[in-house]
């Protein structure tokens, strides 16, 4: 099992670019979140997914992203029309459910730079 | 508005001695705490976590304490070794049926150097 994986780790993209992030989470886990850290700040939730369903996308910005996790494959955060402000770590954490006793198990996260 | 705080950005430690990192929040709907570790590149790993009905949890070198009427919670690790330089995180999640129960609220991370 290796674990919580994220490609790329790193993602250059042009203004205006659409950037695409996945995350496949570790085996037998069905609930997916996805974190954003910016430069010096801690880690932000934006979503809350589990195989086909947002459950809680409080944390996501209103317009150019959005979040799936489908029923086969990994789950894809898309960010469009990236701004320079999109520049940041994006980590994906999976569980085997919402068990918080536990923690969840994080990925390396993607790099992404906006040029 | 900031509602978990990790006022120190950076801690220095001699090896073998007591570190003490601390982290204070704001919301008292906050029910779980836990304490993430992270070197550079790499992902948060979780370290040790709390539950608002406990005051102390201990796990090898590790201990948390949570102090509910002062909204504060401390990661004490004990004798400090090198390979635990690296970023800490506090985190704590509101209890509930949903809704963004499952979802953390990280401060902003203390750099934890242990010096030789």
């Known amino acids: 099992n290796a674990g919580v994986m994220q490609n790329p780790r790193h993602l250059v993209r042009r203004r205006g670019q659409e950037a695409r992030l996945r995350c496949s989470p570790m085996k037998g886990h069905s609930h997916v979140y996805w974190y954003r850290q910016l430069p010096e700040e801690g880690l932000k939730f934006m979503v809350y997914?589990?195989?086909?369903?947002?459950?809680?996308e409080s944390g996501m910005p209103k317009e150019r992203f959005s979040a799936e996790f489908p029923k086969e494959g990994p789950s894809i955060l898309r960010i469009q029309q990236v701004v320079r402000g999109d520049s940041a770590a994006y980590f994906c954490?999976?569980?085997?459910?919402?068990?918080?006793?536990?923690?969840?198990?994080f990925g390396s996260g993607t790099r992404l730079t906006v040029v | 508005d900031q509602q978990v705080k990790q006022n120190s950005p950076s801690l220095s430690v001699q090896e073998g001695r007591i570190s003490i990192l601390n982290c204070d929040y704001t919301n008292s709907m906050f029910d779980y705490f836990l304490w993430y570790k992270k070197y550079p590149a790499e992902g948060p790993t979780f370290l040790i976590s709390i539950s608002s009905i406990k005051d102390k949890n201990e796990d090898g070198r590790f201990t948390v304490f949570l102090n509910k009427s002062a909204k504060h919670l401390s990661l004490h690790i004990v004798p400090s070794q090198p390979g635990d330089s690296a970023v800490y995180f506090c985190a704590a999640s509101v209890g509930g049926s949903g809704g963004g129960a499952d979802g953390l609220t990280f401060g902003k991370g203390t750099h934890l150097i242990i010096q030789p």
């Open positions: 954490a999976s569980s085997r459910q919402g068990t918080r006793n536990y923690g969840y198990t």
């Open positions: 997914l589990q195989k086909e369903n947002i459950i809680d």
